[in-house]
């Protein structure tokens, strides 16, 4: 039991420095602050321009796809690129567990994220004089929609290539579709049967409800299945990661 409780301390301490490197060094550039802070702004537009609904209801959807985009675009670049300048290489032959490397360059994604659906959250109340019915759900929506989609980002970033087209290709061909079987821009209620049995295997459709949720008590399946079923796609990115990186250190 002590050896495993210090093997847990080591990997969140590893996990922890490299989520600091990835962060001083990709995350907090003013490129990516400024792109990231616009991006939310940009689509309210896009949501908003021919639709007659208040503009505060639109605030849940447009925090989850922020969350989804944010928390899962700068990995899927940086690791390419650390594997083109051989770094990537260097950090797998070194003494830490694959774990400890999916975690940290995951949880680097889920801080920059959060930070940006708290930033969201916050313009989007004061703009619109909208308020929240339940903040624990919201705080707990945030975290684990940025970890669990940080988490995906990373997983695609485990494809052999030093090409950051490829990974971005690849992640693309998941995360579009992810936004129009989600119910964020067609209400789940209104697809046919099969869309809605595809939006039961969307993450981003139980960050949505659970966002939503918190927002105004509206819930398809409630916070309790829907914090359950992203902590469960949360686990399966994370071990997925692990299997395919430690395949890269063989």
């Known amino acids: 039991m002590p050896g495993l409780l210090e093997e847990i301390s080591y990997d969140l301490g590893a996990a922890w420095a490299i989520a600091r490197k990835d962060m001083k060094i990709y995350y907090l550039k003013p490129s990516i602050l400024v792109s990231s802070l616009l991006f939310p702004f940009v689509m309210f537009l896009a949501f908003a321009i021919g639709r007659s609904a208040p503009p505060g209801t639109l605030i849940p959807g447009l925090l989850a796809i922020t969350l989804l985009f944010s928390a899962s675009s700068i990995e899927p670049v940086s690791i390419p690129i650390e594997r083109r300048t051989k770094t990537f290489d260097r950090l797998l032959s070194a003494p830490v567990s694959v774990r400890a490397i999916v975690l940290g360059a995951s949880l680097s994604g889920a801080i920059f994220a959060s930070a940006i659906g708290v930033a969201t959250t916050a313009i989007g109340l004061v703009a619109f004089r909208t308020g929240i019915l339940h903040i624990v759900a919201l705080l707990t929506g945030i975290a684990l929609t940025s970890l669990c989609f940080s988490t995906m980002g990373t997983l695609f970033a485990a494809y052999r290539t030093e ?35 595809i939006a039961l295997l969307s993450p981003l459709t139980y960050a949505h409800d659970l966002i939503l949720f918190a927002f105004d008590g509206t819930t398809l399946f409630g916070p309790v299945a829907d914090t359950a079923v992203l902590v469960l796609a949360l686990i399966i990115f994370q071990a997925a990661g692990a299997l395919l990186y430690q395949r890269s250190r063989e």
């Open 163 to 197: 090409n950051v087209g490829e990974v971005m290709s690849l992640l693309n061909l998941v995360r579009l579709p992810l936004l129009f079987i989600s119910g964020v821009f067609i209400p789940i209620a209104s697809m046919p049967a099969w869309g809605q049995s």
